[in-house]
């Protein structure tokens, strides 16, 4: 399963400590903590000795302890004690199943194959300094992340979900945009919706101009630049990053990274927005059946202004995805 050869988030950065937190990612069970070093580890969830679940255990001196007989691994996933048998050196075969991990985005993302120079999704805005960097979510979707992302892609809902926000259905009309393919997916620009209220500081509705880009196949980000004339905030624009453990290929776990022009609001605030928004998607997007994004466009049936869910879904199938997808 390519999938495995992914960078995938897994869980917000600072909730890992020196406890241990069970995680899932691709149907594996995880564990995630901090060794002696702060650095993060994520293991698969499962003592090789008898199976217990090492998210239950507690971290001694830099070493993750099995709850069950307390063998005790180091940082590279190496049994290096146990208790029982006191002078016993375990041999190499008593290991924990460990995964390539790192931070970024305020998110601990792990791969769970692949080779070591495998390049995570970008988040063209992070390295903005003009831009405030807040993360929103977890939320825990009973919906594929293919069906997610497409969601994120459309603006076709807007004045239907997110009427009185993000759209109106006496202004539904969508005009002509462009579509191309990029290395990562694709990018769709000269996207155009009239927005009652396109962000936390819009004082009138407004046409606001958007691009979308898909980083990978369970990634994408979208920028959006209002008419100045309606929003308080002078220079007001934003990116958001939306980034998916696809946990089952049913279920998964979204978070949101908002860039903002905004120093001021607090994150709170920032975040009660972005969570009105995504809470009228939800039960839109676990009412979707099949949950599974079928990849084949004969299958459901679509029109001129429904191209960049087209064009995603040829993505997912030149890429050979099958994780939350129907071939």
């Known amino acids: 399963m390519m999938e495995k050869e992914l960078w995938h988030p897994v869980v917000l950065s600072e909730s890992v400590t020196s406890t241990p937190l ?4 691709l149907e594996q069970p995880l564990v995630l903590w901090r060794d002696g070093q702060g650095r993060v580890q994520a293991w698969g969830d499962q003592c090789p000795h008898r199976g217990a679940r090492l998210s239950l255990g507690r971290v001694c001196e830099g070493r993750l302890e099995c709850p069950y007989h307390g063998w005790q691994f180091d940082a590279v996933g190496q049994c290096v004690h146990v208790p029982a048998l006191p002078q016993f050196v375990p041999p190499a075969t008593h290991a924990v199943k460990t995964f390539a991990c790192t931070e970024r985005n305020g998110l601990v993302w792990v791969r769970l194959a692949g080779p070591g120079d495998a390049t995570l999704p970008a988040f063209a805005a992070e390295d903005d300094a003009q831009l405030r960097k807040v993360n929103c979510g977890p939320y825990d979707v009973a919906a594929s992340a293919p069906r997610i992302i497409e969601n994120f892609l ?24 462009a579509v191309e393919a990029t290395p990562t997916g694709l990018r769709a620009t000269g996207c155009k919706a009239v927005q009652p209220q396109s962000n936390l500081h819009s004082t009138t509705a407004a046409e606001v101009a958007y691009t979308y880009e898909v980083t990978a196949p369970y990634t994408a980000q979208l920028t959006k630049v209002p008419d100045a004339a309606s929003v308080a905030l002078q220079g007001y624009r934003e990116s958001i990053g939306l980034f998916i453990c696809p946990v ?54 679509h029109t001129a202004v429904d191209k960049a869910s087209s064009a995603y879904r040829r993505f997912l199938k030149q890429q050979n995805v099958s994780f939350g997808v129907i071939p």
Do not use: C, N
């Open 248 to 301: 089952t290929p049913e279920q998964s776990r979204v978070w949101f990274r908002l860039a903002v022009a905004d120093f001021t609001s607090p994150d709170q605030v920032l975040r009660d927005f972005q969570h009105t928004i995504f809470t009228q998607d939800q039960p839109v997007l676990e009412s979707q059946s099949p949950k599974r994004l079928p990849l084949d466009l004969r299958a459901e049936v």
């Open 154 to 177: 459309d603006m076709v809902h807007f004045g239907f979900v997110h009427e009185g926000w993000l759209g109106s259905r006496d202004v539904a009309q969508i005009a002509e945009y």
């Open 22 to 25: 069970a995680g899932v990612l």
